[in-house]
Antibody, heavy 115, light 110 residues
């Protein structure tokens, strides 16, 4: 069955960067875009951007442009989302999602930004 | 870019029918498909409706979706409410290389 397995929780200081991974299995990794969505505690879903695993092409929400980078390693069917210049407002659960369009979701990765 | 506006919360009794609306602020609701996601506390979202009115396999036919161009909105209707339907529901659509989520609606079944 299709699975997206994300890396574990992270605690970062303001100004640092975080890189979250998302390993896909159960389908051809290059078949669907990988999207990243975040959710602050008690808040709604916020789309961050997409990446085409085949071409590596990306598109980022305007809010995150300049701070987010989405990459992949096709040999291990893994996508990555790196967010830099972290601030307390970036504390959230980060999800990867794939499919047509968001059929499959990872389990989420909690990123806590605190001094 | 556009926004999708949902009611913050709705509540209804078991066995009844509830409808959650999702209004698009600009551009036509019919120009891009609408999806609906269910999210239970502590879990990742799951799709209950895709492409305006299609149900993924495994989603009961109590769930249905529609769009209304006159109000520029989409709706998720859940009939025969069960306590297990209590969750947050998010609509989603797309425009100009951007995905947009509604703010979410908390459904209480009491």
């Amino acid at each position: 069955q299709v699975q997206l397995v994300q890396s574990g929780a992270e605690v970062k200081k303001p100004g640092a960067s975080v890189k979250v991974s998302c390993k896909a299995s159960g389908y051809t990794f290059t078949s669907y875009d990988i999207n990243w969505v975040r959710q602050a505690t008690g808040q709604g879903l916020e789309w961050m951007g997409w990446m085409n695993p085949n071409s590596g092409n990306t598109g980022y929400a305007q809010k995150f442009q300049g701070r987010v980078t989405m990459t992949r390693n096709t040999s291990i069917s893994t996508a990555y989302m790196e967010l830099s210049s972290l601030r307390s407002e970036d504390t959230a659960v980060y999800y990867c999602a794939s499919g047509a369009p968001f059929d499959y979701w990872g389990q989420g990765t909690l990123v806590t930004v605190s001094s | 870019n556009f926004m999708l506006t949902q009611p913050h919360s709705v509540s209804e009794s078991p066995g009844k029918t509830v409808t959650i609306s999702c209004t698009r602020s600009s551009g036509s609701i019919a120009s891009n498909y609408v999806q609906w996601y269910q999210q239970r506390p502590g879990s990742s979202p799951t799709t209950v409706i895709y492409e305006d009115n299609q149900r993924p396999s495994g989603v009961p036919d109590r769930f249905s979706g529609s769009i209304d161009s006159s109000s520029n909105s989409a709706s998720l209707t859940i009939s025969g409410l069960k306590t297990e339907d209590e969750a947050d529901y998010y609509c989603q659509s797309y425009d100009s290389l951007n995905w947009v989520f509604g703010g979410g609606t908390k459904l209480t079944v009491l």
